[in-house]
Each structure stands twice: as structure tokens, then as C-alpha cells.
């Protein structure tokens, strides 16, 4: 079992900057992916960013440029900068981890992007 713990979503103006967390505990070994994913109110849950167990990332194309995905070097968080953010990334965040391919996540945070 993998238990995640993220924090740092909140309330920012449009052209602001956010961090997300998420903190892995528990059967942590051979995690392939880690990520986030959104979900918007009336939409789908979507992929925003995924990192591999090689450090590789990939970006929807819709955050690419403004958001950047990293880990600690002991792979156990991960973060998701969000900068110049704008009113459609208003949604429901996830922490996302595959582990042996098995998925696992978060409890969901916040964002809203408004003035």
C-alpha cells in the first residue's frame, strides 16, 4: 500500500505561482510514475504532469511552459510548480503514483485561479 499526502493548493490571482506537494509513505519501492492530474467541475479527470522513475517528465500541453513536475532525491515527494496560472486551471488536483504499475492517489487539493 502507498499512502499519499498532498498540500498546497489554494486561492491565487490569475498570473500567480502555486507549489503542490505530495508526500509517498509506506511501500514506496518500485514506484514507476509519479504525477498529478486534475479534474475540472462537469470534466474529465486529466493528466497535467508524470515523471518516471528515470527522471523523464511529460506536460500536457495545455501547462506546458508554466508548470514544471519534480521529485526529492529520494523520490518519496512530489512537487508541481505552477506559474503564471490562469482561470481554466481552476480544479481539483490529484497526486498520482504507479507502483508495479498499480495506481495510487490522493485525497485531491484545490486551486482556484481567480480575481
Known amino acids: 500500500q502507498v499512502q499519499l499526502v498532498e498540500s498546497g493548493g489554494g486561492l491565487v490571482q490569475p498570473g500567480g505561482s502555486l507549489r503542490l506537494s505530495c508526500a509517498a509513505s509506506g511501500s514506496i519501492d518500485s514506484i514507476n510514475t509519479m504525477g498529478w492530474y486534475r479534474q475540472a467541475p462537469g470534466k474529465q479527470r486529466e493528466s497535467v504532469a508524470t515523471?518516471?522513475?528515470?527522471?523523464?517528465?511529460n506536460y500536457a500541453d495545455s501547462v506546458k511552459g508554466r508548470f514544471t513536475i519534480s521529485t526529492n532525491n529520494a523520490k518519496n515527494t512530489v512537487l508541481l510548480q505552477m506559474d503564471s496560472l490562469k482561470p481554466e486551471d481552476t480544479a481539483v488536483y490529484y497526486c498520482?503514483?504507479?507502483?508495479?504499475?498499480?495506481?495510487?492517489w490522493g485525497q485531491g487539493t484545490q486551486v482556484t485561479v481567480s480575481s
Open positions: 498520482y503514483v504507479a507502483r508495479r504499475f498499480y495506481p495510487y
Open positions: 515523471i518516471n522513475s528515470g527522471g523523464s517528465p
